[in-house]
């Protein structure tokens, strides 16, 4: 049984952090890319963050790049999403997901959601004062 299971969300005021955790269970984590995804009401889903197999390159969508930052502990099988400087924008569900690394993506993730087979079932964040 595969599993993907994101923690950490909640209600935060404009500027402050939060850290979100994706705890993985049931496959070879290490030959795996997670990535981070969100999606606000009536909005498109959006890629947030990626971070490749093996090289831990790290990959970060326009509108998040400079304060979020992303890393994962292969001892644990957790992958997290340190957040700062939170925005009202930032409001949304967040996702961690997971697909087999291949010959490309070991090297650099991609954010591409439909890339991924396998998701978590989200973790709310508010931005809100």
């Known amino acids: 049984q595969l599993q993907l299971v994101e923690s950490g969300g909640g209600l935060v005021q404009p500027g402050g952090s939060l850290r979100l955790s994706c705890a993985a269970s049931?496959?070879?984590?290490?030959?795996?890319?997670i990535g981070w995804f969100r999606q606000a009401p009536g909005k498109e889903r959006e890629g947030v963050s990626c971070?490749?197999?093996?090289?831990?390159?790290?990959e970060y969508g326009d509108s998040v790049k400079g304060r979020f930052s992303i890393s994962r502990d292969e001892e644990k099988s957790t992958v997290y999403l340190q957040m700062n400087g939170l925005r009202p924008e930032d409001t949304a569900i967040y996702y961690c997901?997971?697909?087999?690394?291949?010959?490309?993506?070991?090297?650099?993730?991609?954010?591409?959601?439909?890339?991924?087979?396998?998701w978590g079932q989200g973790t709310q964040v508010t931005v809100s004062s």
């Open positions: 049931g496959f070879t984590f290490d030959y795996h890319v």
């Open positions: 997901a997971a697909e087999r690394a291949s010959v490309r993506t070991i090297l650099v993730c991609d954010l591409t959601a439909t890339e991924y087979d396998h």
């Open positions: 971070i490749s197999a093996n090289s831990g390159r790290a």
